[in-house]
T-cell receptor
């Protein structure tokens, strides 16, 4: 399974875009990139996932580099409620197993 | 909305006790999972189940067992609780197959004294 690396913490001003990077240089062709977040005292919440193409939903955008060795989660207009730990996960197709790292603690500042 | 519920938010047990953590999901999901979360270690998979009465070991199954008698319910059992099992326990469920997100419950914070 590919391992992902993320910066331990980031700050972002409220209303600005939050760009959270993830390195997954050993990802293989059948591994999806998933993003979850965990707000304090709650279970993780699914945000978005992708394989090769960039993806967008109502919560965020996911930009995956062409070589698939890294990706960026973009929260277009961060709010205080987006303060959370964000996990980038490489999920191998054909298994059920997520490998969660320690994530990036995003703090949105007023 | 998918709802995954866990029987307790907080639980305190004594060393050597048998502990049951219950998880129920209401979306008819085939897959269910148990994780534990510890500071600095992230979430680690203990067991998962892809069907009733089916189970697979995750990364850290030692000291735990599971039971899935009904599709909506997945139980985690600590046969003889130890202090190193003090942790946050998270249950999740998902549809079968690929590309389906996992829905997590709120977690149970277990303290073993």
């Amino acid at each position: 399974d590919a391992k992902t690396t993320q910066p331990p913490s980031m700050d972002c001003a409220e209303g600005r875009a939050a760009n959270l990077p993830c390195n997954h240089s050993t990802i293989s062709g059948n591994e999806y990139v998933y993003w979850y977040r965990q707000i304090h005292s709650q279970g993780p919440q699914y945000i978005i996932h992708g394989l090769k193409n960039n993806e967008t939903n109502e919560m965020a955008s996911l930009i995956i580099t062409e070589d698939r060795k890294s990706s960026t989660l973009i929260l277009p207009h961060a709010t205080l409620r987006d303060t959370a730990v964000y996990y980038c996960i490489a999920f191998t197709s054909g298994t059920y197993k997520y490998i969660f790292g320690t994530g990036t603690r995003l703090k949105v500042l007023a | 909305d998918v709802k995954v519920t866990q029987s307790s938010r907080y639980l305190v047990k004594r060393t050597g006790e048998k502990v049951f953590l219950e998880c129920v999901q209401d979306m008819d999901h085939e897959n269910m999972f148990w994780y534990r979360q510890d500071p600095g270690l992230g979430l680690r998979l203990i067991y998962f189940s892809y069907d009733v009465k089916m189970k697979e070991k995750g990364d850290i199954p030692e000291g735990y067992s599971v039971s899935r008698e009904k599709k909506e319910r997945f139980s985690l059992i600590l046969e003889s609780a130890s202090t190193n099992q003090t942790s946050m326990y998270l249950c999740a469920s998902s549809l079968p197959g690929l590309g389906y997100e996992q829905y997590f419950g709120p977690g149970t914070r277990l303290t073993v004294t």
